[in-house]
T-cell receptor, first 114, second 112 residues
Framework: DVKVTQSSRYLVKRTGEKVFLECVQD?????MFWYRQDPGLGLRLIYF???????EKGDIPEGYSVSREKKERFSLILESASTNQTSMYLC?????????????FGPGTRLLVL | KQEVTQIPAALSVPEGENLVLNCSFT??????LQWFRQDPGKGLTSLLL?????REQTSGRLNASLDKSSGRSTLYIAASQPGDSATYLC???????????FGTGTRLKVLA
């Protein structure tokens, strides 16, 4: 079974803090994704990576950056957390055919920024 | 710009009923469509993926159909059970893009 894990289920941070969210997948997937999920807005793509050290912006990249130094690990970084970044963050991964393959999701990290 | 709509937003049914969840999308030039299940406070689990050349996919009590020309997909759940209670999301992707566009989901409650 594909397993996607996220470093924390719940996080509470202060405004202005730098926040790291980690995602690890164990199936040698090429592609990894970070989404945020908000009530009434659904899932929105923040960043995407199709290979080590490669990344592309999604629909809402502002205020975020990412890092992929190893194939199995994709990190989302909030450079200076703000209250409007309070959300559920979901990581996903998929095989190399990025536009046709099933995406496998982690359990999510619920982030509260005070 | 692709938009995905799921109606109704919430649905309650008695156990044992067959039910249909709807998904519509505005741009018919999709490459594939996925249905996901999400339990409260958890991540998404892929249920079915339909590629644009396919009309339907089946897995157990679930059947998903796709009508690209009309911009619609349905997820049929047979003989519903309380364990089917969850939010169901559909998502579409277009050829040439890695993006999945998600609907906001239908929250299903199956009453025992």
């Amino acid at each position: 079974d594909v397993k996607v894990t996220q470093s924390s289920r719940y996080l509470v941070k202060r405004t202005g803090e730098k926040v790291f969210l980690e995602c690890v997948q164990d199936m040698d997937h090429e592609n990894m994704f970070w989404y945020r999920q908000d009530p009434g807005l659904g899932l929105r793509l923040i960043y995407f990576s199709y290979d080590v050290k490669m990344k592309e912006k999604g629909d809402i990249p502002e205020g975020y950056s990412v890092s992929r130094e190893k194939k199995e690990r994709f990190s989302l970084i909030l450079e200076s957390a703000s209250t409007n970044q309070t959300s559920m963050y979901l990581c996903a991964s998929s095989w190399g055919r990025w536009d046709s393959e099933t995406q496998y999701f982690g359990p999510g990290t619920r982030l509260l920024v005070l | 710009k692709q938009e995905v709509t799921q109606i109704p937003a919430a649905l309650s049914v008695p156990e044992g009923e067959n039910l249909v969840l709807n998904c519509s999308f505005t741009d018919s030039a999709i490459y594939n469509l996925q249905w996901f299940r999400q339990d409260p406070g958890k991540g998404l689990t892929s249920l079915l993926l339909i590629q644009s050349s396919q009309r339907e996919q089946t897995s157990g009590r679930l059947n998903a159909s796709l009508d690209k020309s009309s911009g619609r997909s349905t997820l049929y759940i047979a003989a519903s059970q309380p364990g089917d209670s969850a939010t169901y999301l559909c998502a579409v992707s277009a050829s040439g893009t890695y993006k999945y566009i998600f609907g906001t989901g239908t929250r299903l409650k199956v009453l025992a």
